[in-house]
């Protein structure tokens, strides 16, 4: 299982600020080992950010993505106290799901 996200949300004026940084390998596919051999890619296809039962960000991803991807976005509606939760899913069906509650 992959390493937990860090996440940080905090309500800056009417808007809800979410940082996220995720640890992943994000292979390309593209690169070769020592030996020469291709490295298959391993990558996060899907992240997806809910609040309230609401999805408040949707993304689909592709091999651009750098590795360890940091992910900031926001929305509105969020209060302090209330929680955000985060999944991500990659390419080999492993899947991470961690919250934070908002600041």
Do not use: Y
């Amino acid at each position: 299982m992959a390493d937990p996200m860090k996440i940080r949300a905090s309500v800056q004026g009417d808007k809800v600020v979410v940082k996220i940084l995720m640890a992943h390998e994000m292979e390309t596919g593209q690169r070769k080992d020592a030996a020469g051999k291709a490295i298959p890619a391993w990558f996060i296809q899907s992240v997806t950010a809910t609040h309230n039962g609401k999805t408040v960000l949707s993304a689909q991803w592709g091999t651009a993505v750098a590795k360890n991807p940091f992910l900031e976005f926001r929305f509105s509606g969020g209060k302090a106290g209330e929680k955000v939760i985060v999944t991500w899913t990659d390419n080999k069906g492993d899947k991470r799901t961690d919250e934070a509650t908002i600041s």
